[in-house]
């Protein structure tokens, strides 16, 4: 690809460039070419951004229409998503390295979310209060916080905003959307559909930058109500100390290193192929990845042979040919990082039992799908998160004992169980620390169901009912209804 294409942010119903001029560079990762440009926002564009959201929900229309008419509007979106989740999908894959085939079926299925929360918007509610004083008639209602800012990274791009500002604008709030920096252009082209939809100016704004002035600019804001981010720790910790000159409400989803717990009764077959694709699928670029594989020592050498085989198998290649199984990370930091672990692991004594190389002959940023056998939990490697395709294996004897040793990390987003003994699989449930917990499955998602983590994996739900609630505030009415003229306030009785 030899053409690069410029894109523009959408600021107030408009398609804009960085007020400075100002732009960078997006690489596709399968090849290191550079095929796109995209705006350097400013401060001044950042502030463009919040205050026309800010004017959109303060003067409407959105914040002034009824829910159902709301409701509308995400429906729309979300049959445009289904249209052109061919589209979508091909350039996210050009911009990330996901493939293709995951990539047009996660915007389809994106749809979904928008369908669901279009349905959820009025249905909304308050509650009325069986009060403790006499003649007074008391009731609360639900109402928008204001403005959104909501920072997504590059993967799972399209399911994060969906979950982000589908229950946000359903719920009456407006939005200002912040791209990830790695790759933007399926975010910016995502706002072609907003427009399609007939979303009023102002009401869902798209930036795009660094973290600092974007990002910082966005967070700090004194017109932003509510931050939803997900990213990495680091960046949240900016985030929280941005939103301290706004006190706006935070939500974080961090990442994880989740653990994928195989007892010695489990589906052997079936536990590879989910293990494959908890750590494989999406390069391993996913924060619920399935990373510290505790397998029973039972089977442990029966599934590892399996597992191996399997991995050795893979096919790794460009990320939009159908018969690729496994694309290029997004990063060449990502790559740096694996490497750099993988061998302060193997110094610390861990075995590195297939891949733990670039394939030979291949450009781009490609890395082999690669099991790590570790010999004790406190190799470093296993409590970090290196956002790859690469699974770090214990054995373990006992129940009691892979308990202690999956809530052993700082994590605590996804983990995954397999087992028969549905009496273990409910015990496990409860005892593993984390917000997801898969059992004799793994990486399912739904809007019905809300996602989030514990510990270091952050805080908050996504997802669900409950998220149109975290993107309302309730105020509450009291009203007298006695003919009476109230008492003088000075005498008591």
């Known amino acids: 690809m030899t053409d690069v294409k410029s894109y523009q942010m959408l600021i107030s119903g408009e398609w804009?460039?960085?007020a400075d001029g100002g732009t960078f560079e997006s690489v596709n990762p399968a090849t290191g070419q550079v095929w796109s440009r995209i705006p350097e926002a400013t401060e001044a564009d950042v502030d463009r951004a919040v205050n026309a959201a800010h004017e959109a929900f303060l003067n409407g229309p959105w914040s002034k229409m009824t829910p159902t008419e709301r409701g509308k509007h995400l429906r729309r979106l979300g049959d445009l998503?289904?249209?052109?989740?061919?589209?979508?999908?091909?350039?996210?894959?050009?911009?990330?390295?996901?493939m293709l085939k995951e990539t047009r079926w996660q915007a389809k299925y994106i749809s979904e979310f928008f369908q669901f929360y279009a349905g959820c918007a009025d249905k909304i509610s308050g509650e009325t209060l069986p009060i403790d004083k006499p003649d007074l008639f008391v009731f609360t209602k639900r109402q928008p916080l204001g403005v959104v800012a909501a920072v997504v990274p590059w993967n799972s791009q399209l399911f994060l905003v969906a979950v982000k500002i589908g229950p946000a604008l359903a719920a009456g709030n407006t939005v200002v959307l912040k791209a990830?920096?790695?790759?933007?252009?399926?975010?910016?082209?995502?706002?072609?559909?907003i427009e399609e939809a007939g979303f009023p100016p102002g009401v869902v704004n798209i930036v795009t930058g660094h973290g600092d002035p974007c990002g910082r600019t966005l967070t700090a804001h004194k017109h932003v109500a509510r931050i939803s981010f997900t990213g990495g720790p680091g960046a949240a910790r900016h985030v929280l100390e941005n939103s301290k000159n706004n006190f706006a409400e935070v939500s974080l989803e961090l990442g994880g290193k989740s653990p994928f717990i195989v007892f010695d009764d489990a589906n052997i077959e079936s536990a590879v192929n989910a293990s494959i694709a908890g750590i494989f699928g999406a390069t391993g670029q996913s924060c619920v990845a399935g990373s510290r594989l505790y397998l029973h020592e039972d089977i442990a050498d029966e599934f590892l042979e399996r597992m191996v085989a399997q991995a050795r198998e893979i096919n790794i290649g460009d990320p939009l040919l159908e018969e690729t199984q496994m694309g290029p990370l997004c990063t060449t930091g990502?790559?740096?990082?694996?490497e750099r672990e993988l061998a302060f692991a193997q110094e610390e004594g861990a075995e590195i039992l297939s891949g733990g190389q670039r394939p030979v002959g291949m450009d781009g940023l490609f890395f082999e799908p690669t099991i790590l056998a570790c010999p004790r939990q406190d190799l470093r490697i296993v409590d970090t998160e290196l956002f790859g395709p690469v699974l770090c294996v214990q054995r373990f004897k006992t129940e009691e004992e892979v308990i202690t040793l999956a809530n052993d990390t700082e994590h605590g987003l996804a983990a995954g169980i397999f087992t028969r003994d549905s009496a273990r699989s409910l015990r496990m449930a409860d005892a593993v620390r984390a917000g997801i917990v898969w059992v004799n499955t793994y990486r399912v998602v739904s809007p019905i169901a809300e996602f989030g983590g514990v510990k270091g994996s952050g805080y908050g739900r996504e997802s669900g009912l409950q998220a149109m609630y975290d993107y309302t505030r309730p105020k509450t009415v009291w009203m007298n209804t006695s003919d009476e003229p109230m008492a003088n306030p000075f005498v008591m009785r």
């Open 81 to 98: 998503l289904a249209d052109k989740s061919e589209d979508l999908g091909r350039i996210e894959t050009i911009d990330t390295g996901k």
């Open 334 to 338: 990502q790559r740096d990082m694996i």
């Open 180 to 193: 990830s920096e790695h790759a933007s252009a399926a975010m910016l082209e995502f706002g072609q559909l």
């Open 16 to 18: 804009v460039d960085a």
